[in-house]
């Protein structure tokens, strides 16, 4: 394994046009809805939005929060309502927390209007934008919010297409936006972090490196969970982990353990690393090694 860690990249050209519609586009709304992945609740948020919505009246919705530690996301709504901002836990395509939301736009719409009624302006329909970085689950909220299938929705990341106004409930005119991250990575780790969520398209990365990151992270946070989705043995572990060689040497070894618990084998009894770490990030990404938040919020000065 490569000492060094992963650098990441990505900026694609539609980026910075997808920019700047959004720019263009809050001009015409008076709440925006920002999505964020309840499991990064900082990394999945785009620097560039928050600056540009700062005088919006906003909702943050942890969307995924089914994947999440559930005592980490009573964390990141408590942190959230102390920065002013109200927030809602949701699964978007159970339909878990959509009331919630509905709720609490409903709430902002009544606002809105009375300040327009104080303005002697009636009857205006209050126009609402979603925001939120790719595959973070835009389209599928939308899909519940408005109860049918409206928004075009895919399984890789930056695929909502084009911008679209949906007529909702209640006087509410909605907006799609595409997804769209921002130029640079300030801080290495939150672009691994969007890696392990599938954000990232995975042909950019080395997909190793990023799933050895992933099991670095497990190994020191949620180690029993790992053991048991591989079947590994907690004290053949630490025995790994204590031996007295490099860091990446003995958590690559771990990876060997699973590729070895799932049959990864190449011809000469050789591990197929590739073939482990593709294993190791899909079942974290569909939830099947259990409930994990990368992202603790006591270590959220980390990440700025």
């Not at 309502?81 to 927390?97: D, M, N, P, R």
Request: charge should be positive; charged fraction near 30%; proline fraction near 3%.
């Amino acid at each position: 394994m490569n000492e060094n860690k992963t650098n990441i990249n990505w900026y694609p050209g539609h980026m910075a046009k997808t920019r700047r519609q959004i720019m263009e586009d809050l001009k015409l709304v008076d709440i925006v809805v920002e999505l964020l992945d309840a499991r990064i609740p900082i990394s999945s948020q785009n620097p560039d939005i928050q600056e540009m919505t700062k005088n919006k009246k906003k909702l943050i919705v942890l969307n995924k929060s089914d994947l999440a530690d559930e005592v980490q996301n009573q964390k990141w709504v408590s942190y959230f309502e102390e920065q002013g901002k109200t927030a809602v836990l949701a699964e978007a395509h159970s339909g878990f927390g959509i009331d919630k939301i509905m709720k609490q736009i409903e709430r902002m719409r009544q606002e809105e209007q009375q300040k327009l009624q104080q303005k002697g302006r009636t009857g205006k329909n209050i126009r609402m934008m979603i925001v939120g970085i790719p595959n973070v689950g835009k389209s599928s909220l939308i899909n519940r919010m408005t109860k049918k299938t409206s928004a075009g929705v895919g399984n890789k990341p930056g695929v909502t297409k084009q911008k679209q106004w949906i007529r909702i409930n209640n006087g509410i005119e909605l907006l799609d936006t595409p997804g769209v991250l921002w130029p640079k990575f300030q801080n290495q780790e939150v672009g691994l972090h969007l890696s392990f969520t599938g954000t990232i398209k995975e042909e950019i990365l080395d997909r190793v490196e990023v799933a050895y990151e992933l099991t670095k992270f497990l190994l020191a946070n949620y180690r029993e969970q790992l053991c048991k989705r591989y079947q590994l043995d907690g004290k053949q572990v630490e025995t790994i982990l204590a031996q007295d060689e490099p860091e990446n040497h003995n958590i690559y070894e771990v990876m060997l353990a699973i590729g070895r618990k799932r049959g990864c084998m190449v011809s000469g009894g050789a591990i197929d690393d590739e073939k482990v770490a593709r294993i190791l990030l899909d079942e974290f990404k569909n939830g099947k090694l259990g409930r994990i938040t990368i992202e603790k919020r006591e270590s959220v000065g980390k990440f700025y």
